[in-house]
């Protein structure tokens, strides 16, 4: 850093005693809370904020899978009407959330299925930090007509990512596939109007949320409407707007990629299981890693940001975990985050065995102690992971600075502390030189500072300037890279957080601010009903906004509205509309030769870079 560490520390004392005389001040001064025009109520205080009951041993309301699988098939059959989702409790049970040998096990019992048990955490120490990290919840969602799921029904908070299945068709065939892609015997497509109709419901939602819209599928580039669809969502109001995607139309078409920026395409969510062919196979492409390789090229020679999205199957790929970050690193002007995504049993493996859904099973705190292990010690899983939650209070700040006027309200992300968990990486650009964010802040009092800033609720300049001192005592100046300034993590921070308190004047500079998420979708054998109705991933579909888990495992949404709206059977599709290309099989996906000049980049190629 360039500043002395005694110097430094000198000034986190300054700042100290100045936020004490800030806080004093506080207590004799009365606030000013004010209710935003898309808030149902004025922005909340800290101290009124509700939790569910965290730690363990605790209750909660789970599924039978077998009773699910039992409920859901009478009702495709048409023995029984869906509605019994809305009024009855089907294939409910209660289960116990323990822990034994320090790790957290989720147990229960069906009168008719037996025993269930499951693991949810290998180090119980780690998911208890989590839960005590918890904020507490966002608003309740006012009643309204998209929100009516039962016990499905999500009851909490503004969601952080809707997302809308444009198709179940793809052109691969993976395993696992939330959805079982191509492997139901029907094709099920939204039309235009009903991606409008599901985008203008999102809109009507109190509070009115900025959300990141999500096309997904299937894969949602063969929809017809991608990019009307797209486009349509910025125009609503959507400031960022992604597709999930395997990356094979984004690799084999540069100009594809184009139109996507043009119409408004932010963010590419892009699955990606780790470096190389080989970690790529079980995919059933040849050549995916080369597909990857290409899509980022393009999307980026586009100017549409990658965000590296991995489902993690324990013994499969999780020794890729660190490497993965390590590509990020290496190609960071393209990437702008990685997500891991624990494994689900569900849509194809829902049927999964005891035994290889044991030896399968990874969890966030596995994803954490493998993300120490392979990045040489330097994230420690204690100091350096918070649940996604945690960024609550970043998200407050950010309402309170954007005043009464505003339409929308931040993005945030309420979600349980058993569904995500995170930490931010501070990695320069050009030298590729990084810190975790929590090795330089002590981030645990920070939150509990910015909690005391919102509470507060003074102007822009008065929240500006606290944040300041809370950042400036909250410093760990003998940790700080030698070439970074304090004013650059305050600027790079300021842009991380849409330059809402008018320090930066660009969004990125040479230090960048990254994150790196794990999310655990959950399964039959984990769920947790006090998850689903505060989920922040609501799914967009003909029914309204179903939780992401409710709709892909939980009672079975998606298997029962696909049904009931499905376009037509594979049969009737393939006469009329022909068939797409699938690769699967180890077949290996075309990609257009790349002409020397004028080639787009290519991402920095790894193994060298694997560490
Ligand atoms: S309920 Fe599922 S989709 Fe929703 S936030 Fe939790 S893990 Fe994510």
Known sequence: ????????????????????????????????????????????????????????????????????????????????????????????????????????????????????????????????????????????????????????????????????????????????????????????????????????????????????????????????????????????GYDSVQSATNGIRFAQDLEFAKQAKTAGLRLAYLQFDGIGNEVNEHRGVGNLFDVKQRAIDNLSAAGVDVTLVTTIVNGVNNHQVGPIVRFMIANLSKINAVAFQPVSFTGRDEDVDT?????????????????????????????????????????????????????????????????????????????????????????????????????????????????????????RWENAPKSLKFSSFFKALDGHLGRRMGVADKARYEWRIIMVAGMWFQDLFNYDFRRTEMCIIPYGTQVGEVSFCAYNTGVGWRQIVENMHQTANTVEWFKTEGRHPIYAGGKSVPLPVLREKGAAVTVNRLPALLG
């Open 1 to 236: 850093m360039q500043m002395t560490t005694a110097v430094g520390k000198s000034l986190s004392s300054v700042a100290n005693v100045a936020w004490r005389g800030v806080r004093a001040l506080d207590r004799v001064l009365p606030d000013k809370s004010f209710q935003p025009k898309w808030a149902p109520a004025p922005l909340m205080k800290s101290t009124e904020r509700t939790f569910p009951t965290l730690g363990f041993p605790r209750e909660t309301d789970s599924l039978c899978p077998g009773c699910v699988k039992e409920v859901r098939e009478s009702i495709i059959a048409g023995k029984e009407s869906w509605r019994v989702l809305i009024d009855g409790n089907p294939g409910e049970i209660k289960a116990r959330i323990i822990e034994r040998d320090n790790q957290v096990l989720m147990v229960k019992d069906c009168d008719k299925h037996g025993r269930y048990e499951d693991l949810m955490a290998v180090d119980a120490n780690f998911l208890r930090r989590m839960e005590q990290l918890y904020p507490g919840r966002d608003f309740r969602i006012v009643p309204d007509d998209i929100h009516d799921h039962g016990t499905s029904t999500i009851k909490y908070g503004r969601g952080a990512v809707l997302t809308v299945d444009l198709t179940n068709r793809c052109n691969m065939m993976c395993d696992p596939c939330f959805m079982d892609a191509n492997q139901v015997g029907y094709v099920h497509e939204l039309t235009w109007p009903d991606i409008k109709q599901i985008l203008d419901n999102a809109i009507s939602v109190k509070p009115k949320r900025q959300m990141s819209v999500q096309f997904s599928g299937g894969e949602p580039t063969i929809s017809p409407y991608f990019l009307q669809a797209v486009a349509y969502a910025r125009e609503v």
């Open 355 to 475: 035994e290889t859904r044991q030896r399968q099973r990874y969890t966030l705190s596995h994803l954490a102690r493998d993300l120490g292990e392979q990045l040489d010690g330097k994230l420690e899983p204690m100091r350096d992971f918070f649940p996604l939650s945690a960024s609550g209070p970043f998200s407050d700040l950010k309402d309170l600075l954007a005043g009464p006027n505003t339409d929308w309200g931040s993005m945030k992300c309420g979600c349980h502390p058993n569904c995500g968990i995170g930490t931010m990486l501070l990695i320069n650009e050009n030298t590729k030189e990084w810190v975790p964010i929590p090795s330089l802040i002590n981030v645990d009092r920070l939150l509990e500072d910015v909690k005391a800033i919102n509470d507060a609720a003074r102007g822009k300049k008065a929240t500006a300037a606290q944040l300041g001192l809370a950042l400036m005592r909250n410093f």
